[in-house]
């Protein structure tokens, strides 16, 4: 009887559409996150996360639309990141119908606006997401620093002194993405995830590798993340958001069922 | 069908509240307001909040709607959520210290630091997720929702009601913590139903079929 362990699919959003990991859904429902998002409500989500990677500021508007939307029959919590940058951007996205917005580069360059945001809006609304790839060579301690622009750029900042940083400022949680892993599905960095949650006293979300159920069971139980993240292993339909709690739970994770 | 006063006071984001009422009772009139008129005026209202209390009663307090709300809550049924409930007891020792609208008699209490489950492992604050309720009485905003089910939560402080009587459910972080209250004609929440799936529709459902009677 306790507080239970969160599995978040997150949809990665260009133009107004889901583009991975669709191929084997029904064609009418393919990309349209709207639908996506109805069909892990249904399957048991403990939240969805929206990330908008559309390159041009024109076309910003359509995230808000599918938070719009999903937000009016979907009453779970949603998280919409992505290109998140003024206090305006984030009661945009909270009029839409979020309830919080992850925040990642412009964290990096401004830390202040992480403070301005938590002190305006809450901390329970600012969702840092850190970016971290490891640097340190084998053989050496273990040591990982941020990394901006989808991994891109490194910003000389180690990942766990960032993190708890971010926690001071009033992030409220942190969506702690492994560049080493993402994409890979050889699971979650266990150590690195490990490294953050055990120095930062608010939630961490794990994110980046994920292949199989066991992966999120080990990033709650190995990982010690309060919440696991999830993109392609529940678009490509291989597993439901139902089948991971259940494998979860046989691993003696508290989770809703 | 009745209307419901939800009550605006710059508090955070009311769309999601006013989605989840008319999407568990569509008859019902839903506005969302700061006149006192409106809210007076409604057969019911909710107090939703987010953020700092300091905030929330300042608000408040300059827009003269702590009056309204404590009229409010002598006379129709009333749903306090998240800040919503906790601005209801005497005080809250959020901000270092700050004096709340007393209708419900207690003080509002932060975590205490360090928390660790039965493993040792240490908690995280906010308590953020979904936890279980455990409901201790009866009531019609309990109607049609089993025993300990799961509400969405997030939140670093919580009520310590004066009198163990108004409880109406407990949640477990670790230590058995008050995340329901009710008195008369009042009800209030720590959780969010509004992000509660099934569960809270079903409570918003029965709050707005609810007459204020126990």
New interface residues.
């Given amino acids: 009887?306790?507080?239970?362990?969160?599995i978040i699919p997150c949809l990665d959003v260009d133009n107004g559409r889901v583009v991975k990991g669709v191929k084997f859904v029904d064609i009418r429902d393919a990309g349209d996150p709207v639908e996506i998002a109805r069909r892990y409500?249904r399957e048991g989500a403990?939240e969805i996360t929206f990330l908008d990677i559309t390159a041009t500021h024109d076309n910003r508007d359509t995230i808000v639309h599918v938070v719009e939307q999903v937000?009016?029959?979907v009453?779970?919590?949603l998280t919409v990141g992505g290109g998140i940058r003024t206090l305006d951007d984030i009661r945009r996205m909270?009029?839409?119908?979020?309830?919080k917005v992850g925040i990642n580069s412009a964290a990096v360059f401004n830390p202040d606006f992480v403070r301005e945001a938590a002190e305006r809006?809450?901390?329970?609304?600012i969702v840092v997401a850190i970016d971290a790839k490891k640097v340190s060579a084998p053989g050496e301690p273990s040591r990982w620093e941020i990394f901006t622009h989808g991994g891109r750029k490194p910003a000389g900042i180690d990942a766990i002194a960032w993190a708890k940083k971010m926690v001071d400022f009033g992030a409220?949680?942190i969506l702690l993405t492994s560049m080493d892993r993402d994409g890979t599905r050889e699971g979650f960095d266990l150590p690195l995830t490990r490294a953050i949650s055990?120095a930062v006293?608010?939630?961490?979300i794990a994110s980046g590798g994920v292949g199989n159920l066991d992966h999120l069971a080990d990033g709650i139980i190995d990982g010690?993340a309060?919440?696991v993240l999830a993109a392609s292993i529940f678009h490509f339909a291989e597993y439901t958001i139902g089948q991971a709690k259940q494998q979860m739970a046989s691993r003696g994770i508290e989770v809703?069922l | 069908m009745s209307s419901v006063a939800v009550i605006d006071y710059g508090m955070?984001?009311l769309?999601?509240i006013v989605?989840?009422l008319q999407?568990a009772a569509p008859e019902a009139d839903v506005v969302c307001v700061s006149d006192a008129d409106v809210i007076l005026n409604a057969d019911r209202v909710v107090f939703p909040g987010?953020?700092?209390i300091r905030d929330c009663m300042q608000a408040l307090n300059q827009s003269g709607l702590s009056d309204v709300i404590q009229q409010v809550a002598k006379t129709k049924p009333l749903l306090g959520i998240c800040l919503g409930m906790q601005a209801l007891l005497t005080d809250s020792e959020e901000n270092g210290g700050t004096p709340c609208l007393d209708v419900f008699s207690g003080h509002v209490v932060h975590f205490s630091?360090p928390l660790k489950?039965g493993n040792g492992?240490?908690?995280?604050?906010?308590?953020?997720?979904?936890?279980?309720v455990h409901q201790l009485q009866q009531h019609p905003l309990w109607e049609n929702i089993p025993q300990?089910s799961?509400f969405?939560?997030?939140?670093s402080y919580y009520a310590k009601p004066d009198n163990a009587a108004i409880m109406a459910a407990t949640t477990?972080?670790?230590e058995a913590f008050t995340c329901a209250l009710t008195q008369d004609n009042v009800f209030a929440v720590q959780f969010h139903p509004?992000?509660?799936?099934a569960v809270?529709?079903q409570l918003l459902k029965n709050f707005l079929h609810w007459d204020g009677q126990a």
């Fill in positions: 009887m306790s507080l239970a362990k969160r409500d403990d937000a009016s029959e009453f779970i919590p909270l009029n839409a119908g979020a309830d809006f809450g901390s329970q609304c409220g949680e055990e006293t608010v939630p961490v010690k309060d919440a809703r | 955070g984001n769309h999601s989605k989840a999407h987010v953020g700092a630091e489950d492992n240490s908690l995280k604050i906010p308590h953020m997720g979904w936890n279980q300990d799961r969405y939560f997030v939140h477990q972080y670790p509004e992000k509660s799936q809270g529709l």
